[in-house]
């Protein structure tokens, strides 16, 4: 996706709350400087796959 885009879904929202791990959020009067996804993927002795997504 890029930046130009995301900018544009951003105007059309009434605030942006950024989630934790944990299952809190972000307090407002942090200052966010990057956000990023981890994707792991795992493959076992038996060949059995399995892929985690943070």
């Keep these: 996706m890029k930046l130009s885009v995301i900018k544009e879904h951003l105007q059309t929202v009434p605030s942006v709350n950024f989630k934790l ?9 942090f200052h966010v400087t990057e956000v990023g996804a ?17």
């Design 21 to 29: 791990a944990s299952g809190g959020f972000v307090p407002e009067h």
């Design 38 to 54: 981890v994707t792991k993927h795992f493959i076992d002795c038996g060949g059995v796959e399995r892929i985690e997504k943070e």
